[in-house]
């Protein structure tokens, strides 16, 4: 069995709700993937390290308050969406990918869970006309065709210490991307927080709006 120790390392003020939403991770993402690929096969057994606390790493650098609202664009199997719905469960998680088989695990992780701050959508993020604080993603494209997708879809209010705008996490040597995109994008290493070698070449990209 997989343990989720590596996420208590980090995380250590965690409730026992919290620690026992963590603790399921693993068996729920085993079932579902084995029907639904979400996660590569031999990433698997890397779940903890490699998706969940990749995820939290948007959580070192920015600590979401109750009653804001994130949007997860391209969450595939619910990336980073779910490890940080878990850790904020008074913030609002919407969730979105334009693959419907995708959602449906996310929603069923997210029932599973008993998380009541996630809501799944089957929908491209073109169509998503609510506004939030934060749009989060996981390495979903290129800097420069990510951000017309969610231009405009950021709350004009700001509630957080740190402004409402984009928290993208990629990997390896960005500087070209974010030279093409003509962004104003902040980068911050997550070996900053985390040891392992893993997290060497990954950030949080974060683009103020």
């Given at each position: 069995m997989?343990?989720?120790?590596i996420i208590f390392k980090y995380?250590?003020?965690l409730?026992q709700?919290?620690?026992e939403?963590?603790?399921?991770l693993?068996?729920?993402y085993s079932f579902?993937?084995s029907?639904?690929n ?11 390290e490699r ?17 804001e ?9 619910g ?7 878990i850790l904020f469960p008074?913030?609002q ?16 992780v997210?029932?599973?869970l ?9 929908s491209?993020?073109?169509q998503i006309t609510?506004k939030?604080n934060?749009?989060?993603s ?10 017309p ?6 709350a ?5 210490a740190?402004r ?11 500087t ?15 070996s900053a927080y985390?040891?392992e ?13």
């Amino acid at each position: 069995m997989v343990k989720p120790d590596i996420i208590f390392k980090y995380f250590p003020d965690l409730t026992q709700q919290q620690i026992e939403q963590f603790e399921k991770l693993y068996e729920l993402y085993s079932f579902w993937n084995s029907q639904i690929n979400v996660i590569s096969r031999k990433d698997i057994d890397e779940l903890y390290e490699r998706h969940i606390l990749h995820s939290l790493g948007i959580a070192k650098f920015c600590t979401f308050k109750p009653d804001e609202k994130v949007l997860d664009v391209g969450t595939g199997g619910g990336f980073p969406g779910i490890p940080l719905a878990i850790l904020f469960p008074e913030t609002q998680f919407h969730l979105v990918d334009s693959i419907g088989k995708k959602i449906k695990v996310v929603n069923e992780v997210a029932a599973a869970l008993g998380l009541k701050n996630v809501k799944g959508s089957h929908s491209r993020a073109e169509q998503i006309t609510d506004k939030y604080n934060f749009v989060v993603s996981r390495a979903v494209t290129r800097l420069g065709d990510f951000y017309p997708w969610v231009r405009g879809k950021f709350a004009k209010e700001n509630i957080n210490a740190l402004r409402n705008g984009i928290l993208y996490l990629k990997g390896g040597d960005l500087t070209e991307e974010i030279k093409e995109s003509k962004l104003k994008a902040e980068l911050y290493p997550l070996s900053a927080y985390f040891e392992e070698d893993f997290f060497e070449t990954k950030y949080v990209v974060y683009i103020p709006q």
